[in-house]
């Protein structure tokens, strides 16, 4: 069963940093691609970032270039998500998301989320 | 960038009733759009890919159309536990967005 679990996330002040991580299990997670998605209280979600397989590649929303960072572990099977500069408008649920094997970068499992408020 | 606009925001319909949900792509995304349902307090579960591929497990009662720009989510008889926002993705140009969502309500 594909697990994704992710922790980290917390009260932080405007300007401050956070890092994210997410255990992944029930799959081979050197194999897919992974991504960073949040959702804004009471709001759509927003994709943040992407990280492929092989570490090689990443890319980023144009709201978090420059201050946030994905990274990836395979020998541990964790994904990381090292926020800075952070802003209030960076308050979210972020979830941890694994690419699908089919054709097109979308997401067949979702963790259940870490909650980041960033608030003075 | 792709914007992603769903419609309507809210959709109140019987049990088993038909609901059609809208995702409307602002240039043409080919068929490279994704379904999501959402329902409370729940992470996110992959409805559909490719605008018309089910996801594994994922009941009948579920189908996507439409490509290049249109698409419709049909729940074809809703049931009591279908009660969600759906969200749409697009896949075809970087950066990935979602639609707004379409809270379906059971009337």
């Known amino acids: 069963e594909v697990q994704l679990l992710e922790s980290g996330g917390g009260l932080v002040q405007p300007g401050g940093s956070l890092r994210l991580s997410c255990e992944a299990s029930g799959f081979t997670f050197s194999s897919y691609a992974m991504s960073w998605v949040r959702q804004a209280p009471g709001k759509g979600l927003e994709w943040v970032s992407l990280?492929?397989?092989?570490?090689?590649?990443?890319f980023y929303a144009d709201s978090v270039k420059g201050r946030f960072t994905i990274s990836r572990d395979n020998s541990k099977n964790t994904l990381y998500l090292q926020l800075n500069s952070l802003r209030a408008e960076d308050t979210a649920l972020y979830y941890c998301?694994?690419?699908?094997?089919?054709?097109?970068?979308?997401?067949?499992?979702w963790g259940q989320g870490t909650l980041v408020t960033v608030s003075s | 960038e792709v914007v992603v606009t769903q419609s309507p925001a809210t959709l109140s319909v019987s049990p088993g009733e038909r609901a059609t949900l809208s995702c409307r792509a602002s240039?043409?995304?080919?068929?490279?759009l994704a379904w999501y349902q959402q329902k409370p307090g729940q992470a996110p579960r992959l409805l559909i890919s490719g605008a018309s591929t089910r996801a594994t497990g994922v009941p009948a009662r579920f189908s996507g159309s439409g490509s290049g720009t249109e698409f419709t989510l049909t729940i074809s008889s809703l049931q009591s536990e279908d009660l969600a926002v759906y969200c749409c993705q697009q896949y075809n140009k970087w950066p990935l967005t979602f639609g707004g969502g379409t809270k379906v309500e059971i009337k």
């Open positions: 240039q043409s995304v080919s068929s490279n």
């Open positions: 998301a694994k690419r699908s094997s089919g054709s097109g970068t979308y997401f067949d499992y």
């Open positions: 990280i492929s397989a092989s570490d090689d590649s990443t």
